[in-house]
């Protein structure tokens, strides 16, 4: 089974400052995607970014951009200039791929605040 | 488009008390499932349906049943509540493109 690890449960940084969230995972797999999810006090579940794991480059969406090592099983996330509005919940999640159902695996969370 | 739409927004269950949490998307996406995520965790999945007439066991199954009758709804029935199923639910659905999640369920068992 796979299973991933958020070994930070909070940070705190200051706006405009640069944070790098950590996630690792297990997995016996090839083929997989990795996600960060956003979680504000919403609820809301809000996709971040996406990476499949056949592409050696590091996905980007604006502000926000990976490091995605596969052989070390490592996917950090990292903010750039953050914002208020950044702060929330982030979540890591896995995904097998062609595994017909799109179960995502999820690991426990990293509560991020951006300070003014 | 309305996305996922989950019903109730916020409930407060007895002991022994059942309820039918009702999830409906309009995206006619194959694939449907429900997540539960207690305080300060990731979110767990309890059931998942790959199409309707078909649905699965996820990782936390036990305390509730699901059904699949159309491609649109996925209702998550709790038959005996108990405290350790407080916790906030999510109804979620995807298809090769796609995934939205509804906003959730927050429910206390007393």
């Known amino acids: 089974a796979q299973t991933v690890t958020q070994s930070q449960p909070e940070m705190s940084v200051q706006e405009a400052e640069t944070v790098t969230l950590s996630c690792t995972y297990d997995?016996?797999?090839?083929?997989?995607?990795l996600f960060w999810y956003k979680q504000p006090p919403s609820r809301q579940m809000i996709l971040v970014i996406r990476?499949?794991?056949?592409?050696?480059q590091n996905a980007t969406e604006n502000r926000f951009s990976v490091n995605f090592q596969k052989a070390a099983k490592s996917f950090s996330l990292k903010i750039s200039d953050s914002q208020l509005g950044d702060t929330a919940m982030y979540f890591c999640a896995f995904m097998k791929q062609n595994q017909g159902a799109q179960k995502l695996v999820f690991g426990q969370g990293t509560r991020l605040t951006i300070n003014p | 488009n309305a996305g996922v739409t989950q019903t109730p927004k916020f409930r407060i269950l007895k002991i022994g008390q059942s309820m039918t949490l009702q999830c409906t998307q309009d995206?006619?996406?194959?694939?449907m499932y429900w997540y539960r995520q207690d305080p300060g965790m990731g979110l767990k999945l309890i059931y998942y349906?790959?199409?309707?007439?078909?649905?699965d066991k996820g990782e936390v199954p036990n305390g509730y049943n699901v059904s699949r009758s159309t491609t649109e709804d996925f209702p998550l029935r709790l038959e005996l509540a108990a405290p350790s199923q407080t916790s906030v639910y999510f109804c979620?659905?995807?298809?090769?493109?796609?995934?939205?999640f509804g906003s959730g369920t927050r429910l206390t068992v007393v």
């Open positions: 995206m006619n996406h194959n694939y």
């Open positions: 997995t016996s797999e090839s083929n997989y995607y």
């Open positions: 990476q499949e794991a056949y592409k050696q």
């Open positions: 979620a659905s995807s298809d090769s493109a796609a995934r939205s």
């Open positions: 349906s790959v199409g309707a007439g078909i649905t």
